[in-house]
């Protein structure tokens, strides 16, 4: 009698998958062909949000920022040594005379000062 081992199937992976595993892989540990992914620390009070992100690098000259709403836009200038674009959509609208963005030692940091809801409404007289 003759034993010869059987492949299941559940165990097969793919080459496409194993394929995609190695460029995950690669890309966590050469950083290549991918941007490094930033991480942005926020923090919330009742008044404002706080947004904190790294842009080693660039000077202020080289950021631009630009508030839409509760939409706000983070992209590096023309010639930078670095290329940054970010956007982040926050769950209020931005007060941008009140809101203050610093950039200290290659750290930028957003104080986005929500934006108080004003009453539309009128009195109308009666004749």
């Known amino acids: 009698m003759i034993f010869a081992p059987v492949m299941s199937r559940n ?9 995609l595993a190695l460029q995950r892989f690669l890309q966590g540990t050469l950083g ?10 926020v ?3 009742d008044k404002s949000t706080t947004l904190s992100l790294d842009v080693p ?10 508030i839409d ?7 590096s200038a023309e010639g930078a040594s670095r290329q940054v674009k970010r956007a982040w959509e926050l769950d209020h609208e931005i007060d941008a005379a009140a ?6 030692h290659g750290v930028l940091t957003l104080t986005l000062v929500k934006l108080e809801p004003q009453s539309k ?4 007289a009666i004749e």
Request: no cysteine; glycine share 4%; charged share 25%.
């Open 11 to 19: 165990a097969f992976v793919s080459p496409r998958a194993a394929d």
């Open 57 to 66: 690098g660039l000077a202020r000259e080289q950021l631009k920022l630009s």
């Open 121 to 124: 409404a009128t009195e109308l």
């Open 69 to 75: 709403g509760a939409v706000i836009r983070l992209e």
């Open 99 to 104: 809101s203050k963005a610093k950039l200290e």
């Open 32 to 41: 290549a062909a991918s941007p490094v992914q930033q991480q942005v620390q």
């Open 43 to 45: 923090s919330r009070d």
